[in-house]
């Protein structure tokens, strides 16, 4: 399984962005998608998962702000990011799991005015 994310980019508070991360290979029915994100100095962490029964589950961190969704047609999903704030910039990675644990490169999302 590969994984491309994309999206990442410097917007002010307050802002919006969209991450798109698109897989190809052995994409199987039965898996969970999700999104981490690893800010300098500190370890990654989950951001939001969904998965293939679509039940969804989102860092409090990001409750409310953060919609993560799918397009099971094209083997992909995105993370819809809004009322962003400093503290939300990071890499951000996709992750596909499925008996392991596949990782997109990532993708930089700089929040700052």
């Known amino acids: 399984v590969q994984l491309q994310a994309s999206g990442g980019g410097l917007v002010q508070p307050g802002g919006s962005l969209r991450l798109s991360c698109a897989a190809s290979?052995?994409?199987?029915?039965?898996?969970?998608m999700g999104w981490y994100r690893q800010a300098p100095g500190k370890q990654r962490e989950l951001v939001a998962t969904?998965?293939?029964?679509?039940?969804?589950n989102y860092a409090d961190s990001v409750k409310g702000r953060f919609t993560i969704s799918v397009d099971n047609a094209n083997n992909s999903w995105y993370l819809q990011m809004n009322s962003l704030k400093p503290e939300d910039t990071a890499v951000y990675y996709c992750?596909?799991?499925?008996?392991?644990?596949?990782w997109g490169k990532g993708t930089l999302v700089t929040v700052s005015s």
């Open positions: 290979g052995s994409i199987r029915s039965i898996n969970i």
């Open positions: 992750n596909y799991f499925r008996v392991r644990n596949y």
């Open positions: 969904v998965s293939s029964g679509g039940r969804t």
